[in-house]
């Protein structure tokens, strides 16, 4: 089990930002992969972003490239989302999710196939206004 915590949701216009972050509570955060994962009403629970904690490495989805950026601070045992350009479909439970790393799980892995051994938040509200 990695126990996470979101915070840093809210409502924001379009094309604002907002930064959520997702703590880890008495784990060390330097060999997992953690995602930043939605949930939109009537929607699939889609993947956004992943991070490797070891050596940084990244994976976006098409829908929010070179809008968002995920980050990690491994001795603050958080990882960041950056979200800018906010459109109105960005609105929607934001979730953190994490796991050890190591195969056969990739970053993309993660982040696209969702694994049955994640370890979820509880999730923030993300609002973003037209």
């Known amino acids: 089990q990695l126990p996470l915590v979101e915070s840093g949701g809210g409502w924001e216009q379009s094309g604002g930002s907002l930064r959520l972050s997702c703590a880890a509570s008495?784990?060390?955060?330097?060999?997992?992969?953690i995602g930043w994962f939605r949930q939109a009403p009537g929607k699939e629970r889609e993947g956004v972003s992943c991070?490797?904690?070891?050596?940084?490495?990244?994976y976006y989805s098409d829908s929010v490239k070179g809008r968002f950026t995920i980050s990690r601070d491994n001795a603050k045992k958080t990882v960041y989302l950056q979200m800018n350009n906010l459109k109105p479909e960005d609105t929607a439970i934001y979730y953190c999710?994490?796991?050890?790393?190591?195969?056969?799980?990739?970053?993309?892995?993660?982040?696209?196939?969702?694994?049955?051994?994640?370890?979820w938040g509880q999730g923030t509200q993300v609002t973003v206004s037209s």
């Open positions: 991070i490797s904690t070891s050596d940084g490495t990244t």
């Open positions: 008495g784990l060390k955060l330097d060999h997992h992969i």
């Open positions: 999710a994490g796991e050890s790393e190591g195969p056969p799980s990739t970053v993309q892995s993660t982040c696209v196939w969702k694994p049955t051994g994640l370890s």
